[in-house]
């Protein structure tokens, strides 16, 4: 069982940056591969950025690519996102979210999520 713990969401104006942090704590967690996604009140959940077990692979969605950067630090079992030029349409619950090896996109196919950290971009 992989616990995930999501921190530093808050407010920020537009334009700033924020870096998310997600502390895993399987100590085989450089098998997984980490993912972040987000909901913004009345959408769906949507995949946001994502990293392979490795490292060596990452992707983006169209609106994030340029401005956020997904990495891992595998000896702190732990992944981040820094984004940067927050637009308000990045408003969102933001979910750390894991699965065994291959990256993939879709919410269904990642078994462990954290609880999720609120990012708040003001205009």
């Known amino acids: 069982q992989v616990q995930l713990v999501e921190s530093g969401g808050g407010l920020v104006q537009a334009g700033g940056s924020l870096r998310l942090s997600c502390a895993a704590s399987?100590?085989?967690?450089?098998?997984?591969?980490m993912a972040w996604f987000r909901q913004a009140p009345g959408k769906e959940r949507e995949f946001a950025a994502g990293?392979?077990?490795?490292?060596?692979?990452?992707y983006y969605e169209d609106s994030v690519r340029g401005r956020f950067t997904i990495s891992r630090d595998n000896a702190k079992n732990t992944v981040y996102l820094q984004m940067n030029s927050l637009k308000p349409e990045d408003t969102a619950v933001y979910y750390c979210?894991?699965?065994?090896?291959?990256?993939?996109?879709?919410?269904?196919?990642?078994?462990?999520w954290g609880q999720g950290t609120q990012v708040t971009v003001s205009s």
């Open positions: 979210a894991a699965r065994y090896k291959f990256l993939l996109a879709r919410s269904s196919d990642y078994d462990y």
């Open positions: 990293i392979n077990w490795t490292g060596s692979n990452t």
């Open positions: 399987e100590r085989t967690f450089s098998s997984y591969a």
